[in-house]
Every structure is written in structure tokens, then in C-alpha cells.
């Protein structure tokens, strides 16, 4: 393990990334444990997303610095970064839609079969044992996610949930150690958002994967986050637990009006 001497897996500090005139995050400092579900909130346009992509690396920061494991992630490119197993599921599902689902878990798994394409191209018994091995993983965890129904359906043809699901199997086909949700629950109705949040408790208690979520879902990140932070403008204005994250008086004030922070469900009591 590369723990990092301050116990975080993942280290923001002070990011800053502005796009012309528009300033998305303003020194913006995070610090994920290894193991927690982390939870970033805040109003549209605040700029959780902008902190995704600084991370996988579609985007360059002007300032600030990302450490994953001892990494320096923003020395690397985007595919590197996927190397290092980081993981991430987008706002409007991004998957290869005139494939089925099976395949497309399959393809979550380019990154592994890549490494094995040379010994492959020498070897073909075992270039043909490597590609079982990665079959019977992605069929693992179309089990896990219980998608044994839809595996070899086209993901075009499957109602928006369940593509956010398959996404989510596609970020879990990459053996990943952690994982960012970008509003894993957004366009789904109760049943399916109580689905999804039970898959990232168990791909965070059973897999041990840590995970990050965005997601304007308040009963959902109330009930799973062990620790959430909130984004207003670009600016970090809190971080705590759940229930401190409530009383908070700056995130009620960037919420006020909104009806976001009313939480319906169990809400964690520490
Ligand atoms: N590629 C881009 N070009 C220009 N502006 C961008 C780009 N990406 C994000 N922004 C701007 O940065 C701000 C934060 O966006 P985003 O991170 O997507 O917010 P959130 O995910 O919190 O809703 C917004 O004002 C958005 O318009
Ligand atoms: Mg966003």
C-alpha cells in the first residue's frame, strides 16, 4: 500500500481551473480516506464535475496539485490515471450504445487485457485463458449488479436506469480502487435510486472500493456518505459529516430556496 503519510488515498490542494473569464474552482482542497464514500454537493454550475475531470485528466488545472497513492496525477495522461485504478461514471452515461452490455463491461476491461497483449500475441493459449478470465469477471459482476436479464441486450435499448447501471459496471470492470459518481441517481425514479445506492454501499463494504459521488440527491448522500463536502461558486464552503453538513449555516445559505437539503430519509446520527 502507498497510504500516503496524511492517511488520505486522494489529495486535492488548493485546485484552481478557470475556463476564460469563468473561475470553476477557486483553491479548492479535498482529502478522501481510502475506504470512505466521500460525498461532494453543491448547486448546478458550482463545479463538482470540473473536479472529475481535473482528476481522470480531461482537464488541465492552472493551479494546485492531485495526489492519488503517491501519484502525481497531473503529470500523467487520462489513460495512466485509469492505469492507476481510478474509475468514473459520467453525468449523461457515456458507453458504446449499438453494443450490448456484456461487451461493454468487456470493454471496461481494455486497460487489464492491454497488458496481456504481448505475452498474447507469443502465447495464444494463454492470450485465449486471459480473455475467459476477464469474461467470467465481467459476468461476476453483471451478478453483482444484477443484470443477468439485460447482459446480451444493446444498451441503446434499455431505459435510462438501467444504462446508468451498466455504467456503473463498466467503472467496477476496471478493477478500479476508487471510483467517482457524477450523479449516479439523477433521472431515476425511487425504486431505481434505492437500488443504486445499495450497489455503492456494497462495491464500497464488500469490493473495499472507495468511492466519491456527486449527487443533488440529498436522501442518498445523507444516508451513505461517510463524509461530504460542499461546493458553492468553486469555493469549498464545508466539509463534514452528514449531519453537520445539515446545520451547516453556508450550505443552507447556498441552498436557500432550493428544496434539496430536505431529507427524507435515515439520516446518520455521530
Ligand atoms: N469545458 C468548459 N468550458 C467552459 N466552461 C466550463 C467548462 N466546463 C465547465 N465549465 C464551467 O465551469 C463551471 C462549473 O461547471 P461544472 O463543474 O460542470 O459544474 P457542476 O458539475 O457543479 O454542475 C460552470 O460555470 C461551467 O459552465
Ligand atoms: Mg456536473
Known amino acids: 500500500m502507498h497510504q500516503q503519510s496524511n492517511g488520505y488515498q486522494l489529495e486535492i490542494k488548493n485546485l484552481s481551473m478557470r475556463f476564460g473569464g469563468i473561475v470553476a474552482l477557486d483553491n479548492v482542497s479535498l482529502g478522501i480516506k481510502k475506504g470512505e464514500i466521500f460525498s461532494i454537493i453543491g448547486p448546478n454550475g458550482a463545479g463538482k464535475t ?21 501519484h502525481n496525477i497531473l503529470k500523467l495522461h487520462a489513460h495512466q490515471v485509469a492505469g492507476l485504478g481510478i474509475a468514473r461514471t459520467f453525468q449523461n452515461v457515456e458507453l458504446f450504445k ?8 468487456m470493454l471496461g476491461r481494455h486497460h487489464i487485457i492491454n497488458c496481456g497483449a504481448i505475452a498474447g500475441g507469443i502465447y495464444l493459449g494463454k ?30 435499448n434499455l431505459p435510462f436506469g ?8 463498466r467503472a467496477l470492470a476496471m478493477d ?11 433521472g431515476m425514479n425511487l425504486e431505481e ?8 454501499l456494497d462495491i464500497n ?11 443533488h440527491d440529498m436522501g442518498v ?34 441552498y436557500l430556496g432550493s428544496e434539496d437539503l430536505v431529507v427524507g430519509r435515515r439520516v446518520e446520527e455521530d
Open 221 to 254: 448522500v445523507m444516508d451513505i456518505s461517510h463524509r461530504v463536502a460542499a461546493i458553492d461558486f468553486g469555493e469549498k464552503i464545508a466539509e463534514g459529516t452528514a449531519s453537520e453538513i445539515q446545520k451547516d449555516t453556508e450550505v443552507i445559505k447556498a
Open 50 to 70: 470540473t473536479i472529475y475531470n481535473c482528476i481522470s485528466r480531461v482537464y488541465t488545472p492552472q493551479r494546485g496539485e492531485i495526489t492519488f497513492e503517491g
Open 176 to 186: 478500479p480502487k476508487i471510483i467517482l459518481l457524477d450523479e449516479p441517481v439523477s
Open 127 to 156: 492470450a485465449q485463458r486471459l480473455e475467459i478470465e476477464h469474461r467470467k469477471r465481467a459476468e461476476w459482476i453483471i451478478d453483482f449488479l444484477e443484470m443477468e436479464a439485460v447482459r446480451k441486450q444493446v444498451v441503446r
Open 193 to 200: 435510486t434505492e437500488d443504486i445506492a445499495r450497489f455503492i
Open 162 to 169: 438501467t444504462q446508468k447501471r451498466v455504467e456503473l459496471g
Open 98 to 105: 449499438n453494443m450490448t452490455v456484456l461487451d461493454n463491461l
Open 205 to 215: 463494504e464488500e469490493l473495499g472500493i472507495t468511492c466519491i459521488i456527486v449527487e
